[in-house]
């Protein structure tokens, strides 16, 4: 029997708030996730490894709207696989973008604390 995951217990995984793992299911971003008989949501490893890369894509920039996209995309299958690649591809160009961006800043902030030290 695979392992089953509370929302407690995936909010601790992914350090996250039991309310933000709601918020982005009513979102549509966790369309994967099962129901208990008793209503709570439920979460095998493949859908932990799923809110792993929500996570990964929100902290990366990528907005809800898109997120909500490609996991649409992973529910219909296969089918989808070419498409989804190109978003990854596209989203960690955006992402190199970024850290291109930090290391430039963090290069002054460098140079900052170099003319403070001289003083």
Request: with cysteine; charged share 30%; hydrophobic share 35%.
């Amino acid at each position: 029997m695979p392992n089953m995951y509370t929302i407690n217990q995936v909010a601790q995984l992914c350090d996250l708030s039991p309310h933000t793992i709601r918020y982005y299911d009513k979102e549509g971003l966790l369309p994967f996730i099962a129901r208990s008989k008793s209503g709570n949501r439920m979460f095998s490893d493949t859908d932990l490894e799923l809110m792993k890369l929500v996570c990964c894509l929100k902290n990366t920039g990528m907005p809800i709207k898109e997120i909500k996209n490609y996991m649409d995309m992973v529910v219909r299958g296969g089918e989808t696989s070419e498409a989804r690649k190109q978003m990854m591809i596209e989203h960690r160009r955006e992402v190199v973008r970024q850290i291109d961006g930090m290391k430039k800043n963090l290069n002054i902030i460098d140079l900052k604390i170099k003319f403070y030290e001289a003083h």
